[in-house]
């Protein structure tokens, strides 16, 4: 994991956001404003997989990894209380350009939202 500080490490990156769930939402709503794109959301329940949310498909972290080996700038931000599980299962994939959910934190949106 990298501390990133800047928007600039979006920038021609295929990002996906782990958690789809509230946390998920605050930060897709930061990457939009700022117009990041997202490719999709993950989540480990696989429940949700196959669903939309929030008009991004929730995929499974064994379609991450396969994406991950196609498209080679992957970058996954966290957005999930489940930080520690999500990191162990990224490394245990071989992902490790990811950004931490405490990271996105401070997040704040436009007032005229």
Same mark, same amino acid.
């Given at each position: ?38 490719? /999709?959301? $993950?989540?480990? @329940?696989?429940?949700?997989?196959? =669903? &939309?949310?929030?008009?991004? +498909?929730?995929?499974?972290?064994? %379609?991450?990894?396969?994406? /991950?080996? $196609?498209?080679? @700038?992957?970058?996954?931000?966290? =957005? &999930?209380?489940?930080?520690? +599980?999500?990191?162990?299962?990224? %490394? ?22």
């Amino acid at each position: 994991m990298k501390n990133y500080k800047s928007l600039s490490v979006y920038k021609d990156r295929d990002v996906y956001i782990f958690g789809a769930s509230g946390g998920g939402e605050i930060v897709k709503d930061f990457l939009e404003c700022h117009d990041v794109p997202i490719c /999709a959301f $993950v989540d480990s @329940n696989k429940e949700k997989w196959g =669903a &939309s949310f929030f008009g991004y +498909e929730v995929i499974s972290p064994k %379609k991450l990894q396969e994406d /991950a080996k $196609v498209y080679k @700038n992957v970058l996954v931000q966290i =957005a &999930s209380s489940y930080e520690n +599980e999500i990191r162990d299962e990224l %490394k245990k994939m071989n992902i490790t350009d990811y950004i931490s959910s405490v990271s996105y934190t401070h997040l704040t949106l436009p007032t005229n939202r």
